[in-house]
């Protein structure tokens, strides 16, 4: 499969239509400016497009196999982790107390979109994470804030679907 980001309509979508350039002359977000955005979201294109994209075929092919000395993701989704995770994608947007990069929303919300498109079944981890991330940041107690999210935000641990039915 071939994914091609869409780098050019995202940062317009910021700039353009959600007035992204007025939140950054507020000064909330120190060092973010439109150079860095357009960096972020080039870095980002480049990932899902080349990283990414390319494991639709194996995931399909390969899938998840379990057996008694473990599980066994599809040729090339470990890499991709790794490379996720030195990135510091997860973080992105989280708060720097806790190792992350402090970025306002919407550029995580773009790097996501690009990140989900590209593959999806990846996506999900990272996207159930981030929900984690949220759910414990407010409102969990803060030996568990201290606890997880470090290690969380770093991409070290991951997340599962936090919700009940």
């Not at 239509?17 to 979201?41: E, H, N």
């Not at 973080?91 to 690009?114: N, W």
């Amino acid at each position: 499969m071939t994914y091609h980001a869409p780098v050019r309509s995202l940062s317009f979508a910021l700039h353009a239509q959600a007035g992204f350039d007025g939140l950054l002359a507020t000064g909330a977000f120190d060092g973010c400016d439109p150079d860095t955005i357009a960096a972020i979201l080039s870095e980002a294109a480049r990932l899902s497009e080349n990283v990414l994209a390319p494991l639709n075929w194996s995931g399909d092919r390969f899938g998840v196999r379990w057996s008694e000395t473990g599980v066994e993701t599809a040729p090339g989704f470990k890499a991709a982790y790794q490379a996720f995770q030195a990135g510091g994608w997860q973080g992105l947007s989280a708060d720097p107390h806790y190792g992350g990069q402090g970025l306002p929303r919407a550029i995580g919300l773009a790097v996501h979109e690009m990140i989900e498109a590209a593959n999806m079944a990846f996506a999900l981890c990272p996207m159930l994470t981030h929900g984690a991330i949220d759910a414990l940041h407010a409102h969990g107690a803060d030996a568990l804030r201290q606890t997880f999210l470090p290690k969380m935000v770093a991409g070290a641990w991951t997340g599962a679907m936090n919700i009940t039915e």
